[in-house]
């Protein structure tokens, strides 16, 4: 089992920061993918960006050179969001996907409850 938990939403101007924190908890001792998706009302959720095991970073193309991605192997992952903007506003889940639990390796995805960021003047 895999727990997402995440923090650190709000509201910000535009222009301005924030950090998101998802805390990984249960009896997984693995994880693949850890990253994070958003979904704005009326638009399909989609993927923001992410951190494998391996250490390597996909960052969707309207996030890229703005947002940064950080994982603590399982245990946690982070986004910096800086330059935010309205079209930013979202909710934000944090994902997690491919888990070794019990040790046996499970592709199934795992999602937290979701933080909600609002990018207002």
């Known amino acids: 089992q895999v727990r997402l938990v995440e923090s650190g939403g709000g509201l910000v101007q535009p222009g301005g920061s924030l950090r998101l924190s998802c805390n990984v908890s249960?009896?997984?001792?693995?994880?693949?993918?850890l990253g994070w998706y958003r979904q704005a009302p009326g638009k399909q959720r989609e993927l923001v960006a992410l951190a494998s095991r391996g250490g390597g970073t996909y960052y969707a193309d309207f996030v890229k050179g703005r947002f940064i991605v950080a994982r603590d192997n399982a245990a946690a992952v982070s986004l910096q969001m800086n330059s935010l903007k309205f079209e930013d506003t979202a909710v934000y889940y944090c994902?997690?996907?491919?888990?070794?639990?019990?040790?046996?390796?499970?592709?199934?995805?795992?999602w937290g409850q979701g933080t909600q960021v609002t990018v207002s003047s």
């Open positions: 249960g009896s997984a001792t693995a994880i693949n993918n």
């Open positions: 994902h997690a996907n491919g888990a070794t639990i019990g040790g046996v390796w499970s592709a199934q995805a795992y």
